[in-house]
């Protein structure tokens, strides 16, 4: 043998080894990039005034949810999102609200605006229901929870905050969770917590600067394919 044929296959077998490795350790690597990809920032959508007192109405007139407590999950979870990241000085509990709709009649022909004076806040984040769903078929143990919101704040004694340009508000990315098979009758509970509680973090983040990771921005690329 040649020491040039020698030195071909030598050549031959180191590429062929560097591919073998490459295609073996590529899911590794893969994982290394994600893992120490730097987190994305994301400016607010909005800012609202500082140091207000926010009101956070849940409202399913248009299309009623079937599962109530869905609503006062997703105001609460808001609420305390509101005040830790420094959205609201001071949020007002759902239960205020309930109370409310109870003790007055007509409540339902009350303005949001008129619903926030008289509940003491600056401003509402008035939130309205579009769609919720847990289950395609309720004869299956198979869950899909759904998910989907439109947004705007009410400045209290002014009317509309914002957004100014869309009289219908604005559109909150909508949830849908994977499917999932669950043979409890009540799953639905803790899947309208999940979805109450990934749909306040949405709306949450309209209002204030934050990070997302490369995994989080994925997955929200893949949602709105």
Request: proline content about 8%.
């Amino acid at each position: 043998m040649s020491k040039h044929t020698f030195t071909n296959r030598a050549v031959a077998c180191l590429l062929l080894g560097s591919a073998v490795l490459l295609t073996s350790c590529g899911p590794f690597i893969g994982w290394t990039v994600n893992a120490f990809a730097p987190p994305q920032k994301v400016d607010a959508t909005y800012e609202p005034p500082k140091d207000k007192t926010f009101l956070v109405f849940v409202d399913d007139m248009v299309h009623p949810v079937f599962y109530e407590p869905v609503k006062g999950e997703l105001a609460e979870k808001l609420n305390r999102q509101l005040v830790d990241k420094g959205v609201a000085a001071k949020t007002i509990p759902y239960s205020k609200v309930l109370a409310l709709a109870s003790a007055t009649p007509g409540f339902n022909r009350l303005s949001v605006s008129e619903v926030g004076e008289k509940l003491g806040a600056d401003i509402v984040l008035y939130v309205i229901v579009d769609k919720f769903s847990l289950k395609d078929n309720e004869a299956t143990p198979l869950w899909q929870g759904r998910l989907s919101t439109t947004v705007r704040l009410v400045a209290v004694g002014i009317d509309r905050l914002w957004p100014e340009d869309r009289l219908e508000g604005y559109p909150v990315e909508p949830l849908e969770m994977s499917p999932e098979t669950h043979p409890s009758p009540t799953y639905g509970e803790v899947l309208s917590k999940k979805l109450a509680e990934k749909m306040a973090d949405r709306i949450a983040k309209l209002f204030y600067d934050h990070e997302i990771s490369p995994a989080e921005a994925r997955e929200r690329k893949k949602e709105q394919a």
